[in-house]
């Protein structure tokens, strides 16, 4: 089983409490690049949800990683100048609002047209020749952002990610809406690519981890609530504790959806891709959950009722009439009605069990049932399902 720990990048600091929800309802683990001598701000949010999250160092990439971008600057520093050196600051725009840091942690430099990386995840070497050659600087804040043309960071901060999650089992995970990039054959030559584009290598649409990350996502939204902002982050962890056999499922289910999915990956409209996606969950996933919830219906608590010939009771209701039952028999036959009944909610209980534990859907039916709000109809009829079936 492949691992399903993620990496997330370029930032320190969770743009969105509701993504990373989301995230923590799928991935083992979100680990992020964390500086030993930074101290996080992060949210309410993200201070519960602390048991799926994980930190990893700058210093813990490979050895190789500063000697190759180092490479690539000495290569094609020249070059480079032209269109990221900073005495061109002049002619960038500021950031757009939806690429800016996070705001916890405070402003990262002063200059809103440059991206700013914090010094501990950028090697020595590595600095003094991006310094040397004009390309990135610190400024008076201080030292500890050293500031460059954004998508000169952008680049390098993948590339980090990329590095150490090959080296420590994980897989890259971003938040950005940015154009897709992948740097997995870490050389100058594939660096220059990315930020020059005039070399003669073949060019790559999405990875397979933006691929799988969106078409999770797609999925989970389809199911979850709208109002991710009121599910509390204790509820995601009983949900991902209880359900981690169906979570484990769904994890390789998705994997296996996506193996044959290489004409996706051509794909390098985001918007466009995410429709494609779309498509793929009406015509897979949403068919399965609509037989899975046919098949739980089969077996609900409605078949049960009949015993007793009764349309809709509430919880509490059947509860008492089963009590009843069993324990006085006061009318005739009740005793056998009532073996009766628990004999057949035996036979649904497998039913049921056998129906979730078979489908590679059974995660996003247990989000339905446990995490998307209800009105007290759906709550009578949720107990009422639970109580019956036992799950």
């Known amino acids: 089983m492949q691992s399903y720990q993620a990496l997330y990048y370029p930032f320190i600091h969770f743009k969105d409490d509701n993504w990373l929800k989301l995230a923590a309802l799928y991935w083992d683990k979100v680990a992020r690049i964390v500086p030993e001598d930074y101290t996080t701000e992060d949210s309410a949010t993200v201070k519960a949800l602390a048991p799926c999250i994980e930190a990893v160092r700058p210093h813990w990439a490979p050895a190789d990683f500063a000697t190759t971008f180092v490479d690539f600057i000495d290569q094609y520093g020249a070059k480079l100048l032209q269109l990221y050196g900073l005495h061109l600051r002049e002619q960038w725009p500021q950031l757009p609002a939806k690429e800016r840091p996070p705001r916890p942690g405070g402003p990262s430099g002063n200059d ?66 940015r154009d897709h990039l992948a740097l997995s054959s870490f050389t100058p030559e594939r660096l220059a690519q990315a930020l020059l584009g005039d070399v003669d290598l073949v060019d790559v649409g999405p990875t397979p981890m933006e691929v799988e990350s969106l078409m999770v996502s797609v999925a989970f939204k389809a199911v979850v609530p709208s109002n991710l902002a009121a599910l509390e982050p204790d509820k995601i962890l009983e949900f991902r504790q209880k359900y981690l056999p169906e979570r484990t499922a769904f994890q390789q289910a998705t994997a296996d959806l996506l193996k044959g999915g290489d004409w996706l990956k051509s794909i390098d409209e985001p918007a466009v891709l995410e429709q494609r996606l779309r498509d793929e969950y009406d015509k897979l996933w949403s068919i399965r959950l609509k037989d899975l919830h046919e098949k739980m219906r089969d077996c609900g608590v409605d078949a049960v009722l009949g015993c007793f010939n009764v349309k809709s009771v509430l919880p509490a209701g059947i509860a008492t009439a089963m009590a009843g039952l069993a324990l006085n028999p006061v009318a005739a036959g009740a005793a056998g009605l009532a073996v009766g009944v628990m004999s057949t909610l035996r036979d649904k209980r497998k039913e049921a069990l056998g129906a979730l534990r078979g489908s590679p859907v059974s995660y996003l039916y247990r989000m339905e049932q446990d995490l998307a709000p209800k009105d007290v109809w759906g709550w009578v009829r949720h107990g009422a399902h639970r109580f019956a079936l036992g799950v």
Do not use: C, F
């Open 112 to 177: 809103a047209r440059l991206g700013y990386i914090y010094y501990e995840k950028i090697n020595d070497n590595v600095y003094r020749v991006l310094k040397d050659s004009g390309l990135a600087s610190t400024d008076d804040r201080g030292e500890r952002w050293i500031g460059m043309h954004p998508r000169l960071a952008w680049v390098y901060m993948t590339a980090l990610a990329e590095q150490i999650s090959a080296h420590r089992g994980l897989r890259p995970l971003t938040d950005e809406t």
